[in-house]
């Protein structure tokens, strides 16, 4: 099982990223799918939710409006796009995959970081 986050990087604020998560080793498309992510000295927060048709979307209220949530089933891949970044979204990123209680993975996570 593996997940693999990349996109992350230095942006300014105002600006966007769109994060990708790759996944393998498991069917994607029985697993829903989250974003968290952790800012240091904080605790791990989640970020975004999608089920696994795709058909449903939630967000932290900190980020609604500005980031939207999707997954290819065909490419195993799920995204992120931030838009209209802010220093408080200064985070390691973590793709999540999750089925019931008992399966759980985790991607290495991608830092994004929001600077002038």
């Known amino acids: 099982v593996q997940l693999v986050e990349s996109g992350g990087g230095l942006v300014q604020p105002g600006g966007s990223l769109r994060l990708s998560c790759a996944a393998s080793g498991f069917t994607f498309s029985s697993y829903a799918m989250s974003w968290y992510r952790q800012a240091p000295g904080k605790e791990r927060e989640l970020v975004a939710t999608i089920t696994r048709n795709g058909g449903t979307t939630d967000y932290a209220d900190s980020v609604k409006v500005r980031f939207t949530i999707s997954r290819d089933n065909a490419k195993n891949t799920v995204y992120l796009r931030m838009n209209s970044l802010k220093f408080e979204d200064t985070a390691v990123y973590y793709c999540?995959?999750?089925?019931?209680?008992?399966?759980?993975?985790w991607g290495q996570g991608t830092q994004v970081t929001v600077s002038s």
């Open positions: 999540d995959a999750k089925r019931g209680v008992l399966f759980d993975y």
